[in-house]
């Protein structure tokens, strides 16, 4: 089933954040499609993908090492947009190779203002290399049988930004998402919807409209003010994921729920970590108790004992030990 892009709830892709459990809370919550957290060409080069059948996922993972770099699962797969960095065509198939089977679509970036990014040629530094941001997205429709798109911001005028998003809806992407905001701007600048709205109008492919939305209404605000069907959001959804919902959830529902799927995909402690502090640091400080937790926390159990969740992780590392004595069983059987 081919992924649409028309009339869709966005996850942005974010760095530490976008990853299993919180991808997942997003869709739990109402959104369409889930862009997974920029991963670099060069790393999935080093890496191989295993079936993880304790948890029911699929790792990419570096050889040699237990580190996974993404992991998936069957839920989202028609929904999970598997985000890549690259500044090289060959080298940005090779990698989406690896993964193209398990996931909806793949996505170039090509906004990402850091400077780690542009200084390997990657992100925004491809904003200024038409001729090789074709090269990347033919060479990936060319040989994959899944949707590729982009993600681009602003260039210094509307007329230079149009025409790059004229050139690139010619390598016949399938959509096209659009941050209202300039390489050089802050997160604390304006987004500029008027600017993504004559991208919208200039083009035949789906616009996703990316910029200042915080709220559950601001979707339709920003639909209204660009033409564009599909919104993605970023920091409105780490702050409270439910933002995808109209009526949503208090943030500290949101957060025991993160800690479950945490819990479920035996996610990373320092990136649950990291994604719990963003939340709280919103709202409060980590200053005060439940932060101090988080920081302290070595481990996922020690998450768990902070949100209440005791029961949860039992019962969850209970039905594995059930699964690994099974498989065991069967393996002395030779079934």
Request: one cysteine or more; glycine letters at 6%; charged letters at 25%.
């Amino acid at each position: 089933m081919e992924m649409e892009y028309s009339n869709k709830l966005v996850l942005a892709p974010m760095v530490r954040v976008g990853t299993l459990p919180f991808r997942l809370l997003a869709a739990q919550y109402g959104a369409d499609v889930m862009y997974g957290e920029e991963i670099i060409d060069h790393k999935l080069l080093k890496c191989e993908r295993r079936i993880n059948d304790a948890i029911g996922s699929t790792d990419i993972v570096e050889k040699g090492t237990a580190n996974v770099v993404f992991r998936t699962c069957e839920q989202e797969r028609n929904q999970v947009v598997f985000q890549l960095g690259t500044s090289d065509a060959v080298r940005a198939l090779t990698a989406a190779q690896l993964v193209c089977n398990d996931v909806a679509a793949i996505d170039i970036n090509m906004g990402c203002p850091k400077a780690f990014s542009i200084s390997g040629g990657m992100g925004a530094a491809l904003l200024k290399k038409p001729d090789l941001i074709h090269d990347i997205l033919t060479t990936l429709k060319r040989n994959l049988c899944i949707p590729v798109t982009c993600k681009i911001r602003l260039l210094n005028s509307t007329h230079d930004t149009v025409e790059l998003a004229r050139r690139i809806e010619k390598t016949m992407v399938s959509a096209i998402a659009v941050h209202g905001r300039r390489v050089a701007d802050r997160p604390r600048d304006p987004a500029n919807w008027s600017e993504i709205a004559n991208v919208v109008d200039a083009l035949s492919i789906p616009v996703i409209a990316n910029g200042d939305v915080f709220e559950y209404d601001d979707f339709q605000r920003i639909r209204a003010a660009t033409g564009a069907s599909s919104v993605m959001v970023a920091r409105g959804a780490l702050w409270n994921a439910s933002i995808f919902h109209p009526v949503g959830s208090p943030i500290e529902v949101v957060k025991r729920e993160y800690v479950r799927k945490s819990v479920l995909w035996d996610h990373d402690i320092k990136s649950t970590k990291y994604t719990l502090k963003e939340m709280i640091m919103h709202y409060t400080s980590l200053e005060l108790p439940e932060g101090k937790g988080v920081t302290r926390s070595e481990n996922l159990a020690d998450i768990v004992r902070l949100y209440g969740e005791e029961k949860y992780y039992e019962s969850i590392n209970t039905k594995r030990l059930g699964v690994a004595v099974g498989s065991t069983t069967h393996a002395l059987n030779g079934t």
